[in-house]
């Protein structure tokens, strides 16, 4: 159940990020509420998940898969670049997520 946390905790840290982009600096109410919600429940399941799993894999896989999730949804959505070397270094904290994953 735990890593279930930790995956309900990356989406939420995704949307929180992406929410704060929406928001304009919680300038804008809706986004700004969205985000705040999604950013206390990231919070939230992370420290579900940190009750059994080791704090640093369940931080590093938390923060790793919000970096990363992030970085993609700025490249569909944002037009943000998407140069080969930056996709590169992308798949390079994929992998480091899923290594801990498998070594936990």
Do not use: D, N
């Not at 919070?43 to 970096?67: C, D, E, N, R």
């Amino acid at each position: 159940m735990s890593w279930i946390y930790l995956f309900i905790a990356s989406i939420c840290e995704i949307s929180w990020a992406v929410g704060l982009k929406y928001s304009a600096g919680l300038s804008k109410p809706i986004p700004s509420v969205f985000t705040i919600i999604t950013m206390i429940l990231s919070f939230v399941f992370l420290s579900q998940a940190s009750k059994t799993l080791p704090i640093g894999t369940a931080y590093v896989i938390w923060t790793g898969i919000g970096a990363a999730g992030t970085a993609i949804y700025g490249m569909m959505f944002f037009g943000e670049a998407r140069e080969v070397i930056r996709l590169v270094f992308l798949l390079f904290i994929i992998t480091g997520v899923i290594g801990l994953k498998f070594t936990s």
